[in-house]
Protein backbone atom coordinates (compact mmCIF):
# COMPACT_ATOMS: atom_id res chain seq x y z
CA UNK A 1 0.00 0.00 0.00
CA UNK A 2 1.33 3.84 -0.91
CA UNK A 3 0.88 6.20 1.38
CA UNK A 4 -1.62 7.68 -1.04
CA UNK A 5 -3.54 4.47 -0.91
CA UNK A 6 -3.31 4.60 2.90
CA UNK A 7 -4.13 8.48 3.20
CA UNK A 8 -7.22 7.92 0.62
CA UNK A 9 -8.48 5.27 2.40
CA UNK A 10 -8.42 6.58 6.09
CA UNK A 11 -11.77 8.25 7.32
CA UNK A 12 -11.10 12.16 7.79
CA UNK A 13 -13.04 15.31 9.16
CA UNK A 14 -12.02 19.00 7.78
CA UNK A 15 -12.51 21.81 10.34
CA UNK A 16 -10.94 24.72 8.50
CA UNK A 17 -12.06 24.92 4.56
CA UNK A 18 -13.25 28.10 3.11
CA UNK A 19 -16.72 27.32 0.68
CA UNK A 20 -15.54 30.34 -1.82
CA UNK A 21 -12.32 28.45 -1.77
CA UNK A 22 -13.72 25.05 -3.04
CA UNK A 23 -15.25 26.46 -6.31
CA UNK A 24 -13.52 24.82 -9.55
CA UNK A 25 -12.63 26.96 -12.35
CA UNK A 26 -15.21 24.75 -14.25
CA UNK A 27 -18.20 26.07 -12.13
CA UNK A 28 -17.16 29.58 -11.83
CA UNK A 29 -17.05 29.71 -15.71
CA UNK A 30 -20.73 28.53 -16.06
CA UNK A 31 -21.54 30.42 -13.01
CA UNK A 32 -20.07 33.70 -14.02
CA UNK A 33 -21.50 33.06 -17.92
CA UNK A 34 -24.93 32.52 -16.10
CA UNK A 35 -24.86 35.63 -13.90
CA UNK A 36 -23.26 38.02 -16.53
CA UNK A 37 -20.40 38.69 -14.94
CA UNK A 38 -16.91 39.15 -16.69
CA UNK A 39 -13.88 37.12 -15.76
CA UNK A 40 -10.56 38.11 -17.29
CA UNK A 41 -10.05 34.70 -19.27
CA UNK A 42 -12.20 33.56 -22.38
CA UNK A 43 -12.76 30.15 -21.75
CA UNK A 44 -12.02 27.37 -19.30
CA UNK A 45 -8.60 26.44 -20.59
CA UNK A 46 -7.09 29.95 -19.80
CA UNK A 47 -9.27 30.25 -16.50
CA UNK A 48 -7.82 26.98 -15.31
CA UNK A 49 -4.14 28.70 -15.13
CA UNK A 50 -5.53 32.00 -14.51
CA UNK A 51 -6.50 30.08 -11.63
CA UNK A 52 -3.35 28.96 -9.64
CA UNK A 53 -1.93 30.68 -7.25
CA UNK A 54 0.46 33.45 -7.76
CA UNK A 55 0.59 35.74 -5.28
CA UNK A 56 -1.40 37.08 -2.47
CA UNK A 57 -3.10 40.30 -4.89
CA UNK A 58 -3.65 37.40 -7.14
CA UNK A 59 -5.30 35.46 -4.79
CA UNK A 60 -7.75 38.27 -3.30
CA UNK A 61 -8.24 39.22 -7.10
CA UNK A 62 -9.32 35.53 -7.72
CA UNK A 63 -11.03 35.31 -4.41
CA UNK A 64 -13.35 38.40 -5.46
CA UNK A 65 -14.05 36.76 -8.60
CA UNK A 66 -15.95 33.56 -7.11
CA UNK A 67 -17.51 36.20 -4.75
CA UNK A 68 -19.34 37.85 -7.66
CA UNK A 69 -20.40 34.67 -9.89
CA UNK A 70 -22.53 33.46 -6.68
CA UNK A 71 -25.48 35.46 -6.48
CA UNK A 72 -28.27 33.23 -6.33
CA UNK A 73 -29.25 30.88 -3.85
CA UNK A 74 -28.95 28.22 -6.27
CA UNK A 75 -25.67 29.44 -6.95
CA UNK A 76 -24.26 28.90 -3.40
CA UNK A 77 -26.38 25.27 -3.26
CA UNK A 78 -24.82 23.99 -6.16
CA UNK A 79 -21.20 25.05 -4.71
CA UNK A 80 -21.97 23.40 -1.40
CA UNK A 81 -23.27 20.15 -3.12
CA UNK A 82 -20.44 20.09 -5.44
CA UNK A 83 -17.86 20.27 -2.13
CA UNK A 84 -19.62 17.74 -0.55
CA UNK A 85 -18.90 15.29 -4.02
CA UNK A 86 -15.39 15.95 -3.64
CA UNK A 87 -15.44 15.35 0.36
CA UNK A 88 -16.69 11.87 -0.35
CA UNK A 89 -14.43 11.43 -3.18
CA UNK A 90 -11.52 12.04 -0.98
CA UNK A 91 -13.79 9.87 2.44
CA UNK A 92 -14.19 13.12 4.11
CA UNK A 93 -17.05 12.34 6.01
CA UNK A 94 -17.72 15.47 8.44
CA UNK A 95 -16.58 18.99 7.09
CA UNK A 96 -16.95 22.59 9.72
CA UNK A 97 -16.97 24.89 6.61
CA UNK A 98 -16.28 28.45 6.98
CA UNK A 99 -18.25 31.37 4.70
CA UNK A 100 -18.24 35.37 4.71
CA UNK A 101 -21.91 35.77 4.65
CA UNK A 102 -21.36 39.55 4.82
CA UNK A 103 -19.53 39.64 1.95
CA UNK A 104 -22.69 37.94 -0.30
CA UNK A 105 -25.54 39.53 2.04
CA UNK A 106 -24.50 42.53 2.53
CA UNK A 107 -25.85 45.93 2.42
CA UNK A 108 -24.54 45.85 -1.43
CA UNK A 109 -26.14 42.58 -2.12
CA UNK A 110 -29.57 41.39 -4.05
CA UNK A 111 -29.57 38.47 -1.50
CA UNK A 112 -30.88 37.96 1.57
CA UNK A 113 -29.08 36.67 4.88
CA UNK A 114 -32.06 33.44 5.16
CA UNK A 115 -32.00 33.12 1.41
CA UNK A 116 -27.89 32.95 1.47
CA UNK A 117 -28.54 30.55 4.42
CA UNK A 118 -31.50 28.87 2.94
CA UNK A 119 -29.58 27.98 -0.29
CA UNK A 120 -26.09 26.97 1.06
CA UNK A 121 -28.35 24.82 3.32
CA UNK A 122 -30.38 23.01 0.26
CA UNK A 123 -27.15 22.07 -0.41
CA UNK A 124 -26.38 20.63 2.40
CA UNK A 125 -29.15 18.67 2.09
CA UNK A 126 -27.94 17.44 -0.98
CA UNK A 127 -24.60 16.59 -0.39
CA UNK A 128 -25.27 14.48 2.63
CA UNK A 129 -28.98 12.67 0.17
CA UNK A 130 -26.28 11.70 -2.83
CA UNK A 131 -22.60 11.55 -1.10
CA UNK A 132 -23.58 11.17 2.77
CA UNK A 133 -21.66 13.64 4.08
CA UNK A 134 -21.90 16.04 6.85
CA UNK A 135 -21.64 19.95 7.15
CA UNK A 136 -21.76 22.48 10.06
CA UNK A 137 -21.36 26.15 9.11
CA UNK A 138 -18.47 28.87 10.90
CA UNK A 139 -19.02 31.99 9.28
CA UNK A 140 -16.94 34.40 9.67
CA UNK A 141 -16.55 38.14 10.40
CA UNK A 142 -14.13 39.41 7.63
CA UNK A 143 -11.84 41.36 9.81
CA UNK A 144 -11.37 44.85 7.37
CA UNK A 145 -15.10 45.05 8.10
CA UNK A 146 -15.13 45.47 11.50
CA UNK A 147 -18.26 47.40 11.14
CA UNK A 148 -20.11 44.73 10.04
CA UNK A 149 -19.20 42.79 13.04
CA UNK A 150 -22.32 43.21 14.88
CA UNK A 151 -24.47 42.43 11.98
CA UNK A 152 -23.07 39.35 11.30
CA UNK A 153 -23.01 38.29 14.98
CA UNK A 154 -26.84 38.98 14.99
CA UNK A 155 -27.53 36.64 11.60
CA UNK A 156 -25.46 34.03 13.46
CA UNK A 157 -27.03 33.70 16.84
CA UNK A 158 -30.58 33.62 15.06
CA UNK A 159 -33.07 31.03 15.55
CA UNK A 160 -32.52 29.71 12.10
CA UNK A 161 -28.73 30.41 12.04
CA UNK A 162 -29.19 27.50 14.98
CA UNK A 163 -31.22 25.43 12.88
CA UNK A 164 -29.50 25.77 10.20
CA UNK A 165 -26.24 24.43 11.26
CA UNK A 166 -24.10 27.18 12.66
CA UNK A 167 -21.79 26.25 15.19
CA UNK A 168 -19.11 28.59 15.73
CA UNK A 169 -18.15 31.81 15.00
CA UNK A 170 -14.88 32.85 12.58
CA UNK A 171 -13.12 35.81 12.02
CA UNK A 172 -11.18 35.97 8.76
CA UNK A 173 -9.17 38.17 6.47
CA UNK A 174 -5.71 39.93 6.81
CA UNK A 175 -4.67 39.51 10.05
CA UNK A 176 -2.36 42.49 9.86
CA UNK A 177 -3.54 45.92 10.89
CA UNK A 178 -6.90 44.16 12.38
CA UNK A 179 -5.93 42.66 15.56
CA UNK A 180 -8.32 39.90 17.40
CA UNK A 181 -8.67 43.07 20.22
CA UNK A 182 -10.77 44.85 17.55
CA UNK A 183 -13.25 42.22 17.93
CA UNK A 184 -13.79 41.43 21.53
CA UNK A 185 -17.28 43.03 21.56
CA UNK A 186 -18.58 41.10 18.73
CA UNK A 187 -17.00 37.67 20.70
CA UNK A 188 -18.35 38.39 23.81
CA UNK A 189 -21.81 39.19 22.50
CA UNK A 190 -21.75 36.08 20.52
CA UNK A 191 -20.62 33.77 23.21
CA UNK A 192 -23.02 35.33 25.88
CA UNK A 193 -25.85 33.90 22.67
CA UNK A 194 -23.70 30.79 23.24
CA UNK A 195 -22.00 30.79 20.27
CA UNK A 196 -18.13 29.95 20.60
CA UNK A 197 -15.29 31.90 18.73
CA UNK A 198 -12.96 30.14 16.15
CA UNK A 199 -10.91 32.90 14.62
CA UNK A 200 -7.55 32.97 12.01
CA UNK A 201 -4.78 33.93 14.35
CA UNK A 202 -1.36 33.02 13.88
CA UNK A 203 -0.87 33.40 9.71
CA UNK A 204 0.71 36.74 8.98
CA UNK A 205 1.25 38.22 12.39
CA UNK A 206 3.19 36.26 15.19
CA UNK A 207 2.29 34.76 18.88
CA UNK A 208 0.74 38.22 19.88
CA UNK A 209 -2.25 37.87 17.29
CA UNK A 210 -2.70 34.06 18.92
CA UNK A 211 -2.58 35.31 22.61
CA UNK A 212 -5.10 37.92 21.51
CA UNK A 213 -7.23 35.29 20.34
CA UNK A 214 -7.16 33.54 23.49
CA UNK A 215 -7.17 36.32 25.84
CA UNK A 216 -9.47 38.77 24.33
CA UNK A 217 -11.91 36.60 22.29
CA UNK A 218 -11.60 33.69 24.49
CA UNK A 219 -10.99 31.12 21.03
CA UNK A 220 -12.67 27.21 21.31
CA UNK A 221 -10.29 26.59 18.53
CA UNK A 222 -7.72 28.47 16.06
CA UNK A 223 -7.27 29.23 12.58
CA UNK A 224 -3.95 28.01 11.67
CA UNK A 225 -1.90 29.38 14.98
CA UNK A 226 0.95 27.93 13.60
CA UNK A 227 2.78 31.00 14.66
CA UNK A 228 2.66 30.12 18.27
CA UNK A 229 5.72 28.17 17.77
CA UNK A 230 7.62 31.53 18.11
CA UNK A 231 6.67 32.04 21.56
CA UNK A 232 7.64 28.70 24.01
CA UNK A 233 5.32 29.55 26.58
CA UNK A 234 2.62 29.85 23.94
CA UNK A 235 3.20 26.32 22.89
CA UNK A 236 2.90 25.02 26.44
CA UNK A 237 -0.31 26.92 26.81
CA UNK A 238 -1.99 25.19 24.10
CA UNK A 239 -0.35 21.92 24.59
CA UNK A 240 -1.89 22.32 28.38
CA UNK A 241 -5.21 23.65 27.34
CA UNK A 242 -6.05 21.68 24.55
CA UNK A 243 -6.99 24.62 22.52
CA UNK A 244 -6.84 22.52 18.99
CA UNK A 245 -5.14 24.01 15.27
CA UNK A 246 -6.23 23.86 12.32
CA UNK A 247 -3.10 23.46 10.00
CA UNK A 248 -2.98 23.71 6.72
CA UNK A 249 0.17 22.94 5.40
CA UNK A 250 0.07 24.30 1.50
CA UNK A 251 -1.85 27.48 2.32
CA UNK A 252 0.84 28.42 4.64
CA UNK A 253 3.77 27.70 1.60
CA UNK A 254 1.29 29.29 -0.59
CA UNK A 255 0.92 32.29 1.02
CA UNK A 256 4.43 32.73 1.93
CA UNK A 257 4.27 32.09 5.99
CA UNK A 258 7.17 29.21 5.47
CA UNK A 259 9.37 28.57 2.73
CA UNK A 260 8.42 24.88 2.08
CA UNK A 261 7.19 22.17 3.54
CA UNK A 262 10.37 21.05 5.33
CA UNK A 263 10.52 24.11 6.97
CA UNK A 264 6.75 24.12 8.50
CA UNK A 265 6.55 23.85 12.23
CA UNK A 266 3.51 20.77 12.18
CA UNK A 267 6.28 18.31 13.67
CA UNK A 268 7.73 20.28 15.98
CA UNK A 269 3.83 21.24 17.48
CA UNK A 270 2.55 17.34 17.06
CA UNK A 271 5.72 16.91 19.12
CA UNK A 272 4.98 19.75 22.24
CA UNK A 273 1.49 17.60 22.75
CA UNK A 274 -0.43 20.82 20.73
CA UNK A 275 -3.81 19.10 19.68
CA UNK A 276 -2.96 19.96 15.89
CA UNK A 277 -5.33 19.49 13.02
CA UNK A 278 -4.73 19.06 9.00
CA UNK A 279 -6.96 21.13 6.56
CA UNK A 280 -6.44 22.38 3.44
CA UNK A 281 -8.15 26.05 3.62
CA UNK A 282 -8.79 27.38 0.06
CA UNK A 283 -8.39 23.65 -1.93
CA UNK A 284 -9.19 24.89 -5.82
CA UNK A 285 -6.77 27.66 -5.32
CA UNK A 286 -3.95 26.25 -4.26
CA UNK A 287 -4.44 23.54 -6.34
CA UNK A 288 -4.29 21.06 -2.68
CA UNK A 289 -7.00 18.40 -1.26
CA UNK A 290 -7.11 17.46 2.35
CA UNK A 291 -5.97 13.90 0.55
CA UNK A 292 -2.76 15.83 -0.35
CA UNK A 293 -2.28 17.94 2.78
CA UNK A 294 -1.92 14.48 4.71
CA UNK A 295 0.53 13.20 2.15
CA UNK A 296 2.43 15.78 2.70
CA UNK A 297 2.41 15.44 6.70
CA UNK A 298 4.15 12.13 6.38
CA UNK A 299 6.35 12.23 3.40
CA UNK A 300 7.24 16.10 3.46
CA UNK A 301 7.00 17.23 7.16
CA UNK A 302 8.08 13.71 8.63
CA UNK A 303 5.09 12.87 10.65
CA UNK A 304 5.03 9.19 11.58
CA UNK A 305 1.64 7.16 10.66
CA UNK A 306 1.35 6.86 14.40
CA UNK A 307 1.16 10.86 14.50
CA UNK A 308 -0.85 11.24 11.41
CA UNK A 309 -3.58 9.08 12.76
CA UNK A 310 -3.51 11.16 16.34
CA UNK A 311 -3.92 14.57 13.85
CA UNK A 312 -6.90 12.89 11.84
CA UNK A 313 -8.59 12.01 15.31
CA UNK A 314 -7.82 15.55 16.36
CA UNK A 315 -10.15 16.59 13.79
CA UNK A 316 -13.15 14.35 15.46
CA UNK A 317 -11.98 15.66 18.77
CA UNK A 318 -11.95 19.45 17.98
CA UNK A 319 -15.24 19.14 16.16
CA UNK A 320 -18.24 20.97 17.42
CA UNK A 321 -20.42 18.10 17.16
CA UNK A 322 -22.70 17.06 20.12
CA UNK A 323 -20.54 14.78 22.36
CA UNK A 324 -23.09 11.52 21.60
CA UNK A 325 -21.98 12.23 17.82
CA UNK A 326 -18.32 13.00 18.37
CA UNK A 327 -18.28 10.26 20.43
CA UNK A 328 -19.64 7.56 17.73
CA UNK A 329 -17.62 9.03 14.86
CA UNK A 330 -14.84 8.80 17.15
CA UNK A 331 -15.34 5.42 17.50
CA UNK A 332 -15.87 4.85 13.62
CA UNK A 333 -12.49 6.52 13.01
CA UNK A 334 -10.73 4.43 15.52
CA UNK A 335 -11.29 1.26 13.92
CA UNK A 336 -10.68 2.46 10.28
CA UNK A 337 -7.24 3.73 11.05
CA UNK A 338 -6.27 0.82 13.67
CA UNK A 339 -7.29 -1.76 10.07
CA UNK A 340 -5.87 0.79 7.56
CA UNK A 341 -2.56 1.86 9.67
CA UNK A 342 -1.48 -1.05 11.86
CA UNK A 343 -1.75 -3.37 8.63
CA UNK A 344 0.48 -0.92 6.11
CA UNK A 345 3.59 -0.45 5.72
CA UNK A 346 3.77 2.52 3.02
CA UNK A 347 5.86 1.31 -0.11
CA UNK A 348 7.22 3.60 -2.70
CA UNK A 349 6.70 7.19 -2.41
CA UNK A 350 4.09 8.79 -4.42
CA UNK A 351 4.46 12.27 -6.20
ZN1 LIG B 1 -8.67 30.19 6.28
Given at each position: ??????????P??????????????A??????????????????D?????????????????????????????D?????A???Q?????????????????????????L???????G?????????????????????????????????V??????????G????????????G?P??L?A?A??R????????????G????P?????????????????????IE???L??????????????????????????????P??????????????S??????????????????????????????????????S?????????????????Y??????????????
Amino acid sequence: MTLADIVAALPKAELHVHLEGTVQPATLFELAQKNGVPLPVADVDALESWYTYRDFDHFVEIFTAICRCLQTPDDFARVTAEYGQSMARQNIRYAEITWSPFTHAGADSDLAWENLLAGINAGRERARREFDVEMRWIPDIVRCYPDTADTVVDWLTSPEAQAGGVVALGLGGPEVGFPPELFAGAFRRARERGLPGNPHAGETVGPESVWGAIRALEARRLGHGVRAIEDPALVAYLAERQIPLEVNLTSNICLGVYGSYQEHPLRQLVEAGVCVTLNSDDPALFRTTLNDEYRHAVQDCGLTLGQLRQVGLNAVRASYLPEPDKTRLLEAFDTEYARIIDHSTPGGRDT
